[in-house]
Nanobody, 124 residues
Framework: QVQLVESGGGLVQAGGSLRLSCAAS????????MGWFRQAPGKEREFVAA????????DYEDSVKGRFTISRDNAKNTVSLQMNSLKPEDTAVYYC?????????????????WGQGSQVTVSS
């Protein structure tokens, strides 16, 4: 089992920044690629970003490219999502997830463990 706990969400004005963090415990963190997903009210959960187990490979959803940065610290068992130039359409509950695939995936069903979610609200 892997336990994931997100932190760092909140309310921010459009154009502002937030940093989400996800702390992992349980099985060996470096065995897992990590991803961030989000779910807005009435919408399906969607891919945001992923990072390989080594941290060398990253992937982003098109709408966040150039604004969001995913990173991981394998010594601290954490993964982070730096979100800049936030827009109202970024408002959602953000989830971190762990995948046994080496480089992660854009598909939620490829992830084995999920955090409880962290609310991000961007006001216009």
């Amino acid at each position: 089992q892997v336990q994931l706990v997100e932190s760092g969400g909140g309310l921010v004005q459009a154009g502002g920044s937030l940093r989400l963090s996800c702390a992992a415990s349980g099985r060996t963190f470096t065995n897992y690629a990590m991803g961030w997903f989000r779910q807005a009210p009435g919408k399906e959960r969607e891919f945001v970003a992923a990072i390989s187990y080594s941290g060398f490979n990253t992937d982003y959803e098109d709408s966040v490219k150039g604004r969001f940065t995913i990173s991981r610290d394998n010594a601290k068992n954490t993964v982070s999502l730096q979100m800049n130039s936030l827009k109202p359409e970024d408002t959602a509950v953000y989830y971190c997830a762990a995948s046994s695939l080496a480089i992660g995936s854009t598909w939620p069903n490829q992830y084995d463990y999920w955090g409880q979610g962290s609310q991000v609200t961007v006001s216009s």
